[in-house]
């Protein structure tokens, strides 16, 4: 570990997964959330184990 208390670097890949959604308004972006799924990443960097 290092002085962040996070993982030392692997420099290993990791396959991150995620959504966009928009909201239309009048032909008009009104808005926008980004998903990401933050559980299979935690895994991959074994941050928490898998099941």
């Known amino acids: 570990m290092n002085r962040n208390n996070l993982a030392a670097r692997t420099?290993?890949?990791v396959n991150i997964r995620?959504?966009?959604l928009y909201r239309i308004e009048n032909e008009i972006i009104a808005g926008h959330w980004?998903?990401?799924?933050q559980l299979n990443l935690?895994?991959?960097t074994g941050a928490l184990l898998s099941e």
């Open 11 to 13: 420099n290993k890949r």
């Open 18 to 20: 995620s959504a966009d």
């Open 34 to 37: 980004d998903v990401i799924d």
């Open 42 to 44: 935690l895994k991959q």
